[in-house]
């Protein structure tokens, strides 16, 4: 039984293999939060103090009792205008214009089965694989009630939470927040990782400590982007990789967001977590609906890399979806940074032929083969093939790439407009503008109000006409600007606060069609790369284009950071030309390819332009990421070491969840003359057992690896004597059987 309720108690437990959850229904009905944390059981309320605190006040009903107050006791759900002065899940406005509402617990129901959100990604369940947990919450004066919604997986270790408002009064409401969860935890010194960065240079791993101060992490640009991840964890400030306690919270959801983490007064440590409340003025007519988006929760008491593999674990069996969940995707090239937009036909099935004969999979056609799209101030909404750019239809083109052996893949952007195109021209009024507003720009182009369905249904059907004609395998669907000017021509001026989240739900229409439509389609994210790298978007692509930052050293730290909340499956990673176009740097064939192993592995150049050498390792890198495969994408991943402080190595291994084989990747970032020697500790390995390094037949003790650590290998490099310490930006992987 995941989910029990103790009715004398008044607790509610949520059990999970490894960890615990409780709740409990306090006095005064105040819905109190009592642990998260390693299994435990009984009631938890002696975490509870009720002291009589100055400047903390108490529930009128709790009359003379005044040590019960919503602002020091940790609090489920905590509200505007309950007395609780800290961080608020939930605000509402009366059609009084009144802030304030004090949310009781009402009723509370346990059910079979995962919960599913309308129109919204969720963390999926078969079955008996979790239960569902719902509490009402009400002020019926404010005419708010507020579901709480739980799903316990008890193998995956995984609590997830969202919350459903319903205006239950007579008049109108306005919500101003609607978090997916809150969570308080009485003891412990924090602190708050998150994931920064900017276009080309994603998800660097920040970590402060929480103290008496709200720090806010999260976006405001109408996507879950660049700057900030929807993904945060809290890490008690001792936990390391191994060792410690960290909770970890990712959003599924694809917009604006936010994250506050701060400490109270007594020591408590808050973070709320869900829809950004800024740009949110979310009004509610009686009877009507808000559903925040899903938050889901994993606890670990034995370090990062445990709650990771917890997360990997979600992610690639219980978020990602259909035919290409779990089968190794194909090797593909993509021509963007190849070619651009300035190509033909001919190029593309140049480019395609060598490809092919090199051993890659699929072809991907990216910006450029539609309407004007010459350059990027035109063309965007018009997707009607420019067959005078190709010299043939896309199903030729297509049937011509098939015809080599490869499948055929295509790039969109259909949540945009330029000016300069038909679409635009028609339509002016389906792009999102503040009336007598100059529009602020983003590469030259609007954004469409794909809060309007049939705005999303327009550009659904023209992409679908070319989708149809070419059996497309696959689809990259870009988003390439970040979201202002929100104002809806068709929605009433008061229901503006609503179109940001509207939007996001007319995303994921647009996704939920395609697959419907497309049964079998690879669907690829990508946001200017990972501008939009979230859970919310797996639930409809299972791979995301990482960064379009694709130099190899960079992308070890991009990936680095990425991979505390998503597993390497999901990442989109290519193997580029040199010197790279963003960061100029030069990096071995070899080392760029071992990057990319780290992800779902391709190409992103003209293999027609690299060296005959060059060309001869192509297959061999296929053939070892056919081989790795299954050991990438589903083995249990370490992070070796800390790419954010270690500026000598980077290192990373997969482990199979038995033991039997590991694979050890190293990548050296920096080099000096004389270098003193250098071992990488090995992680996960069978305590006791030995390994055979695979290529060099070197046998070694696992205990040893994993505390002594694998001698960096040294390099025969051609017309030199001896083995030397290898070069800056050399990279190795080195596979190892248990034997
Ligand atoms: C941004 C993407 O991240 C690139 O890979 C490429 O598809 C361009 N957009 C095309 O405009």
Redesign the pocket.
């Known amino acids: 039984m995941p989910i029990i309720y103790n009715e004398q108690e008044k607790t509610i437990t949520l059990h999970t293999q490894n960890t615990s959850y409780q709740m409990k229904v306090g006095p005064c009905d105040l819905l109190l939060h009592t642990y998260y944390g390693p299994r435990a059981q009984g009631d938890m309320s002696w975490c509870l103090s009720f002291r009589d605190r100055g400047f903390s006040g108490n529930p009128y009903d709790a009359k003379l009792l005044r040590g019960i107050s919503a602002d020091t006791l940790p609090m489920e759900y905590p509200c505007e205008g309950s007395g609780d002065f800290r961080a608020p899940a939930f605000s509402v406005r009366r059609a009084n214009g009144a802030v304030g509402c004090d949310l009781r617990y009402v009723s509370h129901e346990i059910k079979p089965g995962k919960y599913a959100l309308d129109g919204l990604p969720t963390v999926y369940a078969d079955g008996e694989e979790a239960e569902t947990l719902e509490v009402t919450l009400a002020d019926e004066a404010a005419g708010v009630r507020v579901l709480l919604q739980y799903g316990v997986f008890p193998a995956l270790d995984v609590i997830t939470r969202a919350a459903r408002i319903e205006n239950c009064g007579e008049g109108s409401v306005l919500l101003q927040a609607a978090a997916s969860a809150s969570l308080d935890f009485v003891s412990g010194d924090w602190d708050v990782m998150h994931f920064y960065g900017r276009h080309a240079g994603e998800r660097a791993v920040g970590r402060a400590p929480i103290e008496q101060r709200e720090l806010l992490i999260g976006s405001r640009r109408g996507t879950s982007s660049h700057q900030q991840s929807p993904f945060v964890i809290l890490a008690d400030r001792e936990t390391t990789e191994l060792h410690g306690r960290c909770v970890g919270m990712s959003l599924l959801y694809s917009g604006s967001f936010s994250c506050n983490a701060s400490r109270d007064q007594f020591g408590t440590t808050r973070a709320v977590m869900g829809i950004q409340s800024e740009h949110f003025d979310y009004p509610l007519e009686p009877g009507e609906v808000f559903q925040a988006p899903e938050l889901a929760l994993v606890y670990s008491g034995e370090g990062l890399a445990r709650l990771s593999q917890r997360f990997h674990r979600m992610v690639s069996q219980h978020v990602c979806r259909g035919p290409w969940k779990n089968r190794r995707r194909p090797v593909l090239l993509?021509n963007?940074?190849a070619t651009g937009?300035d190509f033909t036909g001919e190029r593309i099935l140049n480019i395609a032929k060598t490809a092919a004969e090199l051993g890659v999979e699929m072809l991907v056609l990216?910006?450029?083969w539609f309407g004007a799209r010459n350059d990027?101030n035109a063309g965007l909404g018009d997707w009607t093939v420019n067959t005078e750019k190709l010299g043939c239809t896309m199903g030729e083109l297509a049937d011509k790439i098939r015809g080599m052996g490869m499948k055929f893949g295509l790039?969109i952007?259909p949540e945009m407009v330029n000016e300069d195109s038909d679409r635009y021209r028609e339509h002016p009024d389906w792009a999102l503008c503040i009336p007598g507003k100059a529009p602020v720009m983003g590469r030259n182009q609007l954004v469409l109000d794909f809060s309007r369905p049939e705005v999303v249904d327009a550009i659904f059907e023209q992409i679908a006409q070319v989708l149809d004609e070419c059996r497309a395998d696959y689809v990259?669907m870009?988003m390439?600007r970040s979201i202002t000017d929100v104002y809806s021509a068709v929605w009433p001026d008061q229901s503006q606060g609503k179109i940001l989240y509207q939007y996001v739900l007319g995303v994921y229409r647009f996704m939920e069609m395609l697959l419907e439509r497309y049964p079998n389609l690879l669907l690829e994210g990508?946001?200017?790369?990972g501008g939009r790298f979230d859970a919310g978007m797996l639930y409809y692509c299972p791979q995301i284009?990482c960064s379009?930052n694709t130099d190899a050293i960079d992308r070890v730290r991009i990936q680095y950071g990425t991979s505390f909340g998503f597993p390497l499956r999901t990442m989109g990673a290519h193997v580029s030309a040199v010197p790279n176009g963003d960061t100029r740097r030069k990096t071995p064939f070899h080392t760029r390819a071992v990057v990319a192993m780290a992800g779902t592995f391709g190409y992103e150049l003209d293999l027609n332009l690299i060296s005959d050498e060059e060309k001869k390792q192509v297959p061999a890198q296929i053939e070892a990421f056919k081989k790795y495969w299954n050991l990438l994408h589903n083995g249990l991943f370490y992070r070796l070491t800390d790419v954010m402080q270690n500026r000598q190595e980077a290192a990373w291994m997969m482990v199979e969840e038995d033991g039997s084989e590991a694979l050890v990747n190293i990548v050296v970032l920096d080099s000096t003359g004389n270098n003193p020697n250098r071992f990488v500790r090995c992680m996960g390995l069978t305590p006791g057992a030995s390994y055979k390094d695979e290529e060099s037949g070197m046998v070694y003790d696992a205990n040893a690896l994993m505390a002594q650590g694998l001698p960096m290998p040294m390099v025969q490099y051609p017309r030199w004597p001896v083995k030397v310490t290898p070069n800056e930006y050399d990279a190795f992987q080195i596979h190892l059987v248990r034997i």
């Open positions: 993509n963007w940074e937009m990216d910006d450029g990027d790039w952007e990259k870009d390439n990508c946001s200017g790369g284009w379009d």
